[in-house]
T-cell receptor
Framework: DQQVKQNSPSLSVQEGRISILNCDYTNSMFDYFLWYKKYPAEGPTFLIS?????DKNEDGRFTVFLNKSAKHLSLHIVPSQPGDSAVYFCAALTGANNLFFGTGTRLTVIP | DTGVSQDPRHKITKRGQNVTFRCDPISEHNRLYWYRQTLGQGPEFLTYFQNEAQLEKSRLLSDRFSAERPKGSFSTLEIQRTEQGDSAMYLC??????????FGPGTRLLVL
């Protein structure tokens, strides 16, 4: 049972434009959400997170939006850079400590 | 580099052999997690330690798997009588006061 879903396996964006990666979840008990970036043969690297009491969190070029009523979050990257090309994972947490991950979206930023 | 480290980075073994992986968390982190990732999937939770106490185990962690964190610092994950289905990337993560978990580079296991 996939509680965190990333329905787009891949996304291509021109350099300088906005990248929008989407994530849906089914468990209303999730209260903290994180985005990780992963390069091949490396572990996931933490990017940005958001608590369920907020609807937006911004860090430089990265902004995460949370819509609790829709059980949906998105990661915006602007402007996109070629170095952003990687697989992006959405993850969610309840009061327990294990992260539930989506299946990832491969972002390709075209120079 | 003070990030999470894992050893070995790669392991090839024959079916039926035992393997052991090591994870060294970020030094001040008291929480340590093990995850497994297979091709095309996100990481899946295996087990969690707070200091030396193993507080949670996933149903994925069969009786062939055992994890320890004897002094609340590094951790080991052992797989006994490996099966081809155990082939995966094994990831370790650590954390401290916040919810954020920081991952190591992973150990890629191939069971022949």
């Amino acid at each position: 049972d996939q509680q965190v879903k990333q329905n787009s396996p891949s996304l291509s964006v021109q350099e300088g434009r906005i990248s929008i990666l989407n994530c849906d979840y089914t468990n209303s008990m999730f209260d903290y959400f994180l985005w990780y970036k992963k390069y091949p043969a490396e572990g996931p690297t933490f990017l940005i997170s958001i608590s369920s009491i907020k609807d937006k969190n911004e860090d430089g070029r990265f902004t995460v939006f949370l819509n609790k009523s829709a059980k949906h979050l998105s990661l915006h990257i602007v402007p996109s850079q070629p170095g952003d090309s990687a697989v992006y994972f959405c993850a969610a947490l309840t009061g327990a400590n294990n992260l539930f991950f989506g299946t990832g979206t491969r972002l390709t930023v075209i120079p | 580099d003070t990030g999470v480290s894992q050893d070995p980075r790669h392991k090839i073994t024959k079916r039926g052999q035992n393997v052991t992986f090591r994870c060294d968390p970020i030094s001040e982190h008291n929480r340590l997690y093990w995850y497994r990732q297979t091709l095309g999937q996100g990481p899946e939770f295996l087990t969690y330690f707070q200091n030396e106490a193993q507080l949670e185990k996933s149903r994925l962690l069969s009786d062939r798997f055992s994890a320890e964190r004897p002094k609340g610092s590094f951790s080991t994950l052992e797989i006994q009588r490996t099966e081809q289905g155990d082939s995966a990337m094994y990831l370790c993560a650590s954390g401290y006061l916040s919810e954020t978990q920081y991952f190591g580079p992973g150990t890629r296991l191939l069971v022949l």
